[in-house]
């Protein structure tokens, strides 16, 4: 798991942001396009992609892409 190919895959998660604006240091929640759905999909992803539940405190918890990647990360196995 890297954090480059994390950020695609939260990227993707999003309709009509452009993925070249989100990077490991983007402060997502700030984000027009962040809503619940948007947290619920990214939970979704991280559960099929990585076979991580991440909740949604781990979300109110982080601030930057690279905080969920880091939360992620812990707990790969």
């Known amino acids: ?3 480059s190919a994390f950020v695609k ?3 993707l998660q999003f309709d009509e942001t452009d993925p070249e604006l989100i990077s490991a240091d983007t402060e ?3 984000l027009d396009e962040w809503s619940s759905l948007t947290a619920l999909s990214v939970i979704s992803m991280v559960d099929e992609e990585y076979d991580v539940t991440l ?3 781990d979300i ?5 892409v690279i905080d969920l990647y880091g939360v992620i990360k812990s707990r790969v196995k």
């Open 60 to 64: 109110k918890s982080s601030d930057k």
């Open 28 to 30: 997502f929640k700030n």
């Open 55 to 57: 909740t949604g405190n």
């Open 9 to 11: 895959n939260f990227a």
């Open 1 to 3: 798991m890297d954090i």
